[in-house]
C-alpha cells in the first residue's frame, strides 16, 4: 500500500476556490446561462452533480419514508393559488427588509449588512421597507388579479392542505408524516455563497403530524434523528453543531426551532431546520378554506388539530456540505492526490471500472464487467490516459471502488480492486465480484462513519 500523508494547507478562503473550480471542472455544478455571461444566482447540475443530488435526496427518502412505517410522500404543485399563501401568512410576512444604496444603487438585505454598503463602503442608505420574496406570476392568457399565481416558496404548505385527503387514503394516525422533495422559489434580495443561498433550489421537508401533548418528546427526537443522518452520511461530527433559536428569533408560526448548522468556509450556516409548527398551519388553513382539518380519535371519543413538527432541509444546501466535507488534499508516493471522501451512498459513481490498455481482449473483459456490475452499483467505465490518472480523476469526483482489468486478468479471471481513501489494492477473481465489490463499499462507508465521529 502507497503511504498516505494528509495535507493541510488550505485556508478557509483557498478551500472554497478548490470546491467551485473542481464543481465546474469535474461537471458538478454549472453557472447557469453561461454562454451568455450567466445568470445570477441560478446554477445547472452537471452530468456528476445530477447523479449526487439525486443520491442526496434518494438517501433522504429512504431515512424518511421508505424506513418507516409512519411517514407517507406527497408530490404537491408548484404553481399555486394565492388563497394558500394568504391562509399561512405568506403574503403578509413572508418579507426580507430591502435597503438601496444611494451612492453605487446596489441592493442588500438590512439584517445583512450592518448599515454599511457592502459593494462600495458607504453608510447612505436607504430607510428599511419589507420586500416580498415569492415569485408572482399569471395562470391563464390574460395578466390580471384574477390571473395571479405564485411559485411556491416552500414545499411545506402542499403538505398543510392534503393533511385529510393523506389522512384518508392512507389511513393513517397521529403520530404519522407526509414528507416531499421538490423545488421551491424565493427572490432573495442577495443571494451568494456558490449555491448555499439561491433563488430556486430544492427541498427535503417532512410534517410530522402528532397529538399536541406529544409535541416536545417528537420535536426533541426529530431534531436527534437528523443530526444523526448528516453524520451517518459521512459529515464529521466537528463539523455540525445544534443551535436552538432565540424567542425574539422564531418564526411567527413557532413554539421551537432548533437548527442543524454546518461549518462552512465561511463560518456556521443553516442546515437544517427542525419546527415545532404548533396548530398554526391546520388551523389558519381550516379557517381560511372551511374545511375541517382535525383528527378524531375514536379511542378517547375527541377530536384535536394535530401539532406539526417540520424537518426542514435544503437538498443542494446538503450535497454542497457533503462536498465541503468530503474534500481532502493528501500525499500518496510523494505527489499531492485530490480526493474526494463522499459516503459510497452520497458519491455519485460507486465503481469505476478501467481497462489497462484501450485494446482487445481487455476491453471485451471491461464491457463485460460493466454489464455484470451496473446492475447492481453506479458504474463509471474509463479506458483514455494513464491507470495513474485515471485513478487521479476518479479519487478527485469521489468514486470509493476503482476496478483494473490487466492482461493477467485474461489468463487468471481476476481484476484488481481499489480503495479510495487508503489506496490499498486486492486482487479477486470476476466470478466474485459483485459480493466483493459490495463488501469493500460497506468497508468504506463503515470506515467514513467511525471517522466522523
Known sequence: MASIRMVWIMTQDDLMDKIVSLAKRRGFVYQSAEIYGGFRSTYDYGPLGVAMLRNVKARWWHAIVERRRDVVGLDASILTTPKIWEASGHLANFTDPLVDCKKCKERWRADHIDGVCPNCGST????AREFNMMFKTHAGPVENDSAVAYLRPETAQGMFINFANV???????PPFGIAQVGKSFRNEITPGNFVFRTREFEQMEMEFFVPPDEADTWFEYWYQQRFQWYLDNGIPAGMLRLRVHEKEELSHYSAGTVDIEFLFPWGWGELEGIANR????LTSHEKASGVKLEYYDQATNSRYTPYVIEPAAGATRAMMAFLIAAYFEDEVAGETRVVL?????????????????????LISVANDIFDQLSEYFVCDFDETQSIGKRYRRQDEIGTPVCLTVDYDSVQDGSVTLRDRDSTLQVRVKIEDLTTEVRSLLASISSNLVSDTV
Not at 167 to 173: E, F, G, N, P
Not at 278 to 281: F, G, V
Open 124 to 127: 447612505d442608505l436607504t430607510e
Open 167 to 173: 389522512l384518508i387514503t392512507s389511513r393513517k394516525k
Open 278 to 281: 404548533t396548530d398554526y398551519d
Open 341 to 361: 471522501r463522499l459516503h459510497p451512498g452520497i458519491a455519485p459513481v460507486q465503481v469505476a471500472i478501467l481497462p489497462l490498455a484501450k485494446k482487445e481482449p
